[in-house]
T-cell receptor
Framework: DSGVTQTPKHLITATGQRVTLRCSPR?????VYWYQQSLDQGLQFLIQYYNGEERAKGNILERFSAQQFPDLHSELNLSSLELGDSALYFCASSVERGGTDTQYFGPGTRLTVL | AQRVTQPEKLLSVFKGAPVELKCNYSYSGSPELFWYVQYSRQRLQLLLR??SRESIKGFTADLNKGETSFHLKKPFAQEEDSAMYYC???????????FGRGTQLTVWP
C-alpha cells in the first residue's frame, strides 16, 4: 500500500454524463499527478498540481478538469463522457515539485462508459 | 519530445531464462532513472531507482550515460515476474517524471 487512496474503485456510467474521481495523496506529499491508462494508449500523463496550483499539463482533453484543494486532496472531473474515455485513471503523489521525486501511485479508478 | 523510449511493447521469455527490458532516455542534464512495475492492471509500484543502487526481486539496472540507457535485467526470470514494466526519467529541470510506454513481460513456464 503506497498510502495514496482513490475513490471510487469502479465507475460505470453512460455517454454524455459527468463524473468526479477523487484522490488523497500520501501524508506530507504536496504534488498530485493524474494519469489515464487505456489498453491501446498506455500510461498518459494528464495533469499535475503542486500545493494547490496547477503545475504541468499533459494530454488532458478540454472536457476534463482537475483541482487540488487546501487539504491537498485532488479531484478529476470528466464531462461529456465518450466511449473512448473508458480507462483506468491513476493518481500519484510525490513530496515536492516532482523533477526528481519518486511518484507513489494509487490503486486507480476503473471507468467504464457505456 | 518523447523522453523515454521502451522499444519493446511485448517481451516473452521462458522461466529461468535471462531477461532484459530496454529503456533509452533523452535528457541533457543529470538524470534520475526509475523502473516501475504493474501487475495485472493494479497500481504501479516502484521497482528500483538508479540512485539507490538496490537489487529488487533479483532485478538490476545500470545507468549508462554514454548510451543514455537504463536497461532492466534479471538473470533468471520467474513466472511471477510477468507484468508491465515502465521506465521513467526525472531531472532537476524537468518538474516531473516522464514515463515510457511500457513493456509487457510474459514469463512462460
Amino acid at each position: 500500500d503506497s498510502g495514496v487512496t482513490q475513490t471510487p474503485k469502479h465507475l460505470i456510467t453512460a455517454t454524455g454524463q459527468r463524473v468526479t474521481l477523487r484522490c488523497s495523496p500520501r501524508s506530507g506529499d504536496l504534488s498530485v499527478y493524474w494519469y489515464q491508462q487505456s489498453l491501446d494508449q498506455g500510461l498518459q500523463f494528464l495533469i499535475q498540481y503542486y500545493n494547490g496550483e496547477e503545475r504541468a499539463k499533459g494530454n488532458i482533453l478540454e472536457r476534463f478538469s482537475a483541482q487540488q484543494f487546501p487539504d491537498l486532496h485532488s479531484e478529476l472531473n470528466l464531462s461529456s463522457l465518450e466511449l473512448g474515455d473508458s480507462a483506468l485513471y491513476f493518481c500519484a503523489s510525490s513530496v515536492e515539485r516532482g523533477g526528481t521525486d519518486t511518484q507513489y501511485f494509487g490503486p486507480g479508478t476503473r471507468l467504464t462508459v457505456l | 519530445a518523447q523522453r523515454v523510449t521502451q522499444p519493446e511493447k511485448l517481451l516473452s521469455v521462458f522461466k529461468g531464462a535471462p531477461v532484459e527490458l530496454k529503456c533509452n532516455y533523452s535528457y541533457s542534464g543529470s538524470p534520475e532513472l526509475f523502473w516501475y512495475v504493474q501487475y495485472s492492471r493494479q497500481r504501479l509500484q516502484l521497482l528500483l531507482r538508479h540512485i539507490s543502487r538496490e537489487s529488487i526481486k533479483g532485478f538490476t539496472a545500470d545507468l549508462n550515460k554514454g548510451e543514455t540507457s537504463f536497461h532492466l535485467k534479471k538473470p533468471f526470470a520467474q513466472e511471477e515476474d510477468s507484468a508491465m514494466y515502465y521506465c521513467a526519467v526525472g531531472g532537476s529541470t524537468l518538474g516531473r517524471l516522464y514515463f515510457g510506454r511500457g513493456t509487457q513481460l510474459t514469463v512462460w513456464p
